[in-house]
C-alpha cells in the first residue's frame, strides 16, 4: 500500500569527502543547502541550522568528525527499504537514527541520493496509517456480505452496514466491544479461528434462532506469524431457507390433499411385499412412544417413514422436527440439541431451545445418528431413559416429552463391537428397528412415484404435468438408482423443467441414465406390431413375441413381463406387447391378471 515516491525526498544537497575542508561544508550550507558527508562506511547529515556550530571549526572534514561526529550520524537505506522502515517506525527507538533525527537515501553503489527527516517520515506514517484505515473502511462497505473483524481478544474492530442490517446492531453499539456480548461466544465461528488458526469456507452457520448463513472466516497473521485477530464474512441465506421451508410444506399439503388425514400410511407408496412389511411394523410402532431406529440406505425414504410414523402417532398434534447429526459441526451439535442457558454474567437470563426441548409433546428425527460424538450419545442416552435435560450453561432440570426416531445408513451394531457407538444408546433406539428397502428393490412402487413427483414439480414450476414416454420410463425400471428417493426426486424435478410440448423424452434424462436406458424400437409385422428390446433383458422370453402363436401360459408370462419392464404402466406395456391398450385390458380381465 506503500508508495516510497509519494514521500518527499529532498535531493538538493551538497556532497563532500571526508578529507575536504570544514570551509567548504560551510560554503555548501549558506546556500541554504543540506551536506552529507560519506566517512568510513558511515553518514552524516549537515543542515544550513549547523553554520552557528562550524563557524569555528578549521582544518578538514574528518578532522571535525573525529571529535563532533555523533552529534550528526544519519541512518541509511535504499529507496526500496524506506516501505519496511515505515512500518518499524512506531516502534524504533530515537537513538536508531544516529545524532540526527534523519534518513540518508542511498542508491545501490551506497552514493547519497537524498535524504529525509524524522518529521517528513512521521507525517508519511500518519498518511499512511490513514490511507489504510480509508481502504480498510471501503473494502468493509462494498462487499455485499456482512463483515465481522475482531482482533486477538475478541474485539470488535470491524463492523460494516450489512452487518448492521443482518442483525440489527449499530455499529456504535459493537465496535469497540467483544463480540460476546451480543451472541453466544460458544457458537461464534470467527473466535473460533483465533484459536484453531484454520481457514472456513461456504460453512453453514446460524448465528441466531432467526438467521441463517454461510460463513467464510480467516485468521489474521502478523509478520510473525502470531494470530492477531480474525475477519468473517457472513451471506444470509435466510430466505433461501425459509423458501426451501415453504416448498416443503407445499410438498406435505400436495400429499395431504391426496390422500386425506383418515390414513398418513396412503402417503408411502407399498405396493410390494417389502415395503409392505415395513409399514406393517411402523403402524404398530405409531400406536407406540417408545423409541424407533430406522436404518437403509442415504436417500431411501427414512425421514418420509419417520414423519408418517408421528402424524399416525398420539403426538400427530405436537411438532415434528429434524436433526442431520452429519451436517453441524461438532462444535454446535450439543446447543442444537440440548439448547443453552446465557446471562449468567451479564444478569440478564437468556436462552435458546435446543431441539430436544422444543419438539416437547411430539418427536426428533435424528438422521445419521452415528455422527454423534460419544459424549453426545451419553447425553442422549440418558434423555432417553430419564425425559430430562439441562440445557448448556444451565443447572436447572427441565422434564420433556419428546419421542426419538433416529436414522442410520450404517451397521449400528457392527460400530457398537469396534467401539465407535455407545451400547447403551444403540440399545435404547432399537426397541424396534425398521430396515427401509432402496430403491432398486421395489421397483414395483416406481410408477407411483414418478406420478407423484410429476405432480409435485409442475405445481412448484406452474407448468402442465407432462407425460412419460415408454423409453424414459424403460430407462428408469432398469436404473439401479444408488441416491434412492432423492436421486428420483432430483431427476423428476430435472425432467419437469426441461420438458417441452409436455412430454418427457430421453434427452431430458441425465447422462448416467440415458447411458443405461433401454432402447425401445417397434416394429410392424403384418397387423401385429413386436417390440424389440435390446441390452441387459430377457431377450430370449422377449422373442417369443414374435412368434406368430404362443400358448395361453406364454401369454400370460410375456404379460406379467411387460407390466413389470412398464413398472405398472399399461398404456407403456401394450406398446413393449405389440398391442393396443383396449386389447391388454381384455386380456387382463380374461386371464384374471391384477
Not at 218 to 236: C, K, L
Not at 327 to 339: H, N, Q, T
Not at 409 to 436: C, H, M, P, T
Not at 519 to 536: D, I, N, R
Request: aromatic share 6%; charged share 25%.
Amino acid at each position: 500500500m506503500f508508495n516510497h515516491e509519494q514521500l518527499e525526498i529532498i535531493r538538493d544537497f551538497g556532497w563532500l569527502k571526508g578529507e575536504e575542508t570544514t570551509s567548504a561544508l560551510l560554503a555548501v550550507l549558506r546556500e541554504g543547502r543540506a551536506a552529507v558527508v560519506v566517512q568510513q562506511a558511515s553518514y552524516y547529515l549537515f543542515t544550513p541550522w549547523d553554520v552557528g556550530w562550524l563557524s569555528q571549526a578549521s582544518g578538514s572534514i574528518e578532522h571535525f568528525l573525529a571529535e563532533h561526529g555523533e552529534s550528526f550520524t544519519a541512518a541509511a537505506c535504499g529507496e526500496q527499504e524506506l516501505h519496511a522502515l515505515m512500518n518499524e517506525l512506531s516502534g524504533m527507538q530515537p537513538s536508531a537514527f544516529g545524532g540526527r533525527p534523519a534518513v540518508i537515501i542511498v542508491d545501490e553503489a551506497g552514493s547519497p541520493a537524498g535524504y529525509c527527516m524524522l518529521a517528513q517520515l512521521i507525517q508519511a506514517a500518519w498518511h499512511l496509517q490513514l490511507q489504510a484505515s480509508a481502504y480498510f473502511q471501503t473494502l468493509l462497505e462494498t462487499v455485499s456480505d456482512a463483515v465481522t473483524v475482531v482482533d486477538r481478544n475478541g474485539t470488535v474492530i470491524g463492523w460494516n452496514a450489512i452487518a448492521e442490517e443482518m442483525y440489527g446492531i449499530r455499529k456504535p453499539s459493537i465496535v469497540g466491544r467483544t463480540i460476546g456480548e451480543h451472541f453466544d461466544p460458544e457458537s461464534l465461528v470467527v473466535l473460533k479461528i483465533l484459536d484453531k488458526g484454520r481457514r472456513m469456507r461456504n460453512t453453514y452457520h446460524r448465528p441466531r434462532p432467526d438467521t441463517h448463513v454461510l460463513i467464510n472466516a480467516s485468521p489474521i497473521f502478523d509478520e510473525h506469524g502470531e494470530i492477531i485477530g480474525g475477519v468473517a464474512t457472513e451471506q444470509d441465506i435466510t430466505h433461501l431457507v425459509k423458501l426451501n421451508d415453504e416448498l416443503t410444506t407445499v410438498h406435505s399439503r400436495l400429499l395431504t390433499h391426496k390422500i386425506g388425514d383418515s390414513d398418513p400410511f396412503a402417503l408411502i407408496t407399498s405396493r410390494g411385499e417389502s415395503m409392505g412389511k415395513v409399514v406393517k411394523i411402523a403402524r404398530k410402532v405409531a400406536e407406540t412412544d417408545s423409541s424407533v431406529l430406522l436404518m437403509g440406505e442415504t436417500g431411501a425414504g427414512k425421514e418420509q417413514l419417520a414423519r408418517v410414523i408421528h402424524r399416525a402417532s398420539s403426538r400427530a398434534g405436537g411438532p415434528f422436527l429434524s436433526l442431520n447429526c452429519g451436517a453441524i459441526p461438532a462444535g454446535l451439535v450439543e446447543s442444537e440439541l440440548f439448547g443453552f442457558q446465557g446471562g449468567a454474567f451479564s444478569g440478564k437470563p437468556s436462552f435458546e431451545a435446543g431441539k430436544l426441548e422444543a419438539a416437547d409433546g411430539g418427536s426428533l428425527f435424528l438422521n445419521e445418528i452415528e455422527c454423534l460424538s460419544m459424549d453426545i450419545q451419553d447425553k442422549l442416552c440418558q434423555f432417553i431413559q430419564r425425559h430430562a435435560l439441562a440445557r448448556i450453561g444451565g443447572r436447572e432440570e427441565l422434564t420433556v416429552s419428546t419421542r426419538i426416531l433416529a436414522a442410520t445408513s450404517q451397521d449400528l451394531e457392527r460400530l457398537v463391537q469396534e467401539g465407535k457407538f455407545r451400547a447403551d444408546l444403540f440399545y435404547a433406539l432399537n426397541v424396534v428397528s425398521i430396515k427401509v428397502p432402496p430403491l432398486r428393490e421395489r421397483k414395483e412402487d416406481l410408477a407411483n412415484l414418478v406420478q407423484l413427483y410429476l405432480r409435485v414439480f409442475s405445481l412448484q414450476y406452474q407448468k402442465p404435468i407432462p407425460a412419460i414416454s415408454p423409453e424414459v420410463m424403460l430407462a428408469f425400471t432398469n436404473y439401479e438408482w444408488p441416491g434412492n428417493m432423492t436421486e428420483l426426486r432430483a431427476t423428476i424435478e430435472r425432467c419437469v423443467i426441461l420438458s417441452e410440448n409436455d412430454q418427457i423424452t430421453l434427452e431430458h434424462l441425465p447422462e448416467a441414465l440415458q447411458q443405461k436406458q433401454t432402447q425401445l424400437t417397434l416394429k410392424a409385422a403384418g397387423k401385429a406390431e413386436a417390440a424389440h428390446v435390446s441390452g441387459p433383458t430377457n431377450v430370449e422370453g422377449m422373442e417369443k413375441m414374435l412368434r406368430p402363436k404362443i400358448s395361453v401360459d406364454e401369454e400370460i408370462v410375456l404379460m406379467k413381463e411387460a407390466l413389470e419392464r412398464s413398472a405398472g404402466n399399461k398404456s407403456n406395456a401394450a406398446k413393449l406387447l405389440g398391442i393396443s391398450r383396449g386389447t391388454l385390458y381384455k386380456k387382463i380381465r380374461e386371464y384374471n391378471l391384477v
